[in-house]
């Protein structure tokens, strides 16, 4: 770990970088006791706050008389629907905000593509600053500074990502290609007219930009991309080696939420020596908590749960305990081999509950078949539908995109994926290059897994 410190220009304030804690300030403690400490303090100045003050959290906040992080637990989470819900109560941007109207910098709204409607957040002077200064961490590990030629892939929009992105690059001093808008063909044009040092989309994007480079002609490793940073979808080690030697960089990768969850992979990137490394959470960003759906309790290190998220940089419109509805790894600090003394998430791993499938009356995570289909040499990519056929009977099928041998490779899936989850699947082969063509513009998280039976 480097001691260089950073200085971050632009907007903000001149502030010093310290590169093994993730953090602009000194009033972090430097070692992973006191960092946890100290967050849940911060947490509880917040909540006791909100519970004397805030319109909305005034009536539903009852504290106990501990301050330890089992008392934290007993209060209530914030939920999508109970923001939504709050949001279109008091439009436009709820009873949480009480930020007057003249002090508003920056309104960012969920996509609303989970069909469960559309959350507002309002941001202020302090709380813009405070979501750029989180999100310059990662790019800081990812080798941006002054200078850097960025190719950012997100459009810029009223989507939280795209715009935290570009402020925290400009405030880096980063020269940022903002091509989210353009048509692929186009960016490729821009990237072979000016190359990039850092390319940014998600997983599923950054795979066809660098098909769309070769059918174009220009070679992805000649275009001095050094790191490439994704976010939105989970992926395989394996998948991560492939990216790396088409683009000849080293790949990266963001949690992040516009609750303001968010977490960066550390320098050197994704893969480290044992698998895939760690997102850490910069610790002046928010008190994080891991729990058991069902029991509420905090999972063990390496174990899996949803994220809670208590941001701290959101006076305007305050969170406690919102529950992402996201299920990731808590990875304790000191765990990943950079030996930061700070927390963070498994990298590549990230999944939402409501992605979960039950076919034939047995629970299957997307995780475990990309797990069984990405195990087997040679598979590129694959898609996967659950339908029904004449019958009413459940049936799987598998498209999978290899430049091996077809039949091999598919019956090799088969057995990996009947071995993984006890289901019979139909698979068949596409070349490679056909799945990739099919990725949308923009900012889309692509799911590899599709429910035909719901529209049924
Ligand atoms: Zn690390």
Known sequence: VSDATTTIVGPLPVLSFDSRLGSWSEVVPREAGPIGEWQLARA?????????????????????????????????????????????????????????????RMVVQTSGTSGRGVEVYALDTNDEAAIIRTEAVGFIWAGVENGTRVLLTLPIGMTAAGLWYHGALRALGASVLPVGSYSTDRKVEILARFGADVVIGTPSYVNRLAIACLDAGVDPKGLGVRSVVVAGEAYSPRWAGAIQQAWGATLYEQYGCTERAIAWTCPGGVLKKNGLGVLHFPPESAYCEVIHPETGLPVEHGEEGELVVTPFGTDSSPLVRYATGDRVRWMAPGTCSCRRPIAGLGAGAVQRFDDMLK??????????????VFGIEGVNDYRGVVGTDG?????????????????????????????????????????????????????VKIKRWRDERKVR
Do not use: M
Request: net charge neutral.
């Open 44 to 104: 509880w100045e917040i909540v006791e706050r909100l519970a004397s003050r805030n319109p909305y959290y005034r009536t539903r906040l009852r504290l106990p008389k501990e301050r330890d992080s089992e008392a934290f637990r007993s209060l209530p989470l914030t939920t999508k629907l109970d923001v939504v819900a709050d949001c279109e109560q008091h439009p436009p941007f709820g009873s949480r905000t009480t930020v007057q109207a003249r002090d508003v």
């Open 359 to 372: 076919i034939r009356g047995v629970n299957v995570w997307p995780g475990q078949f990309d797990l069984a």
């Open 391 to 443: 019958d009413g009977s459940e049936v799987v099928e598998i498209r999978l995109e290899t430049g091996l041998d077809a039949r091999e490779t598919g019956s090799r899936v088969v057995e990996s994926v009947r071995r993984a989850t006890g289901l019979a699947v139909k698979v068949s082969v596409e070349p490679p290059g056909t799945l990739a063509k099919e990725v949308p513009e923009g900012f």
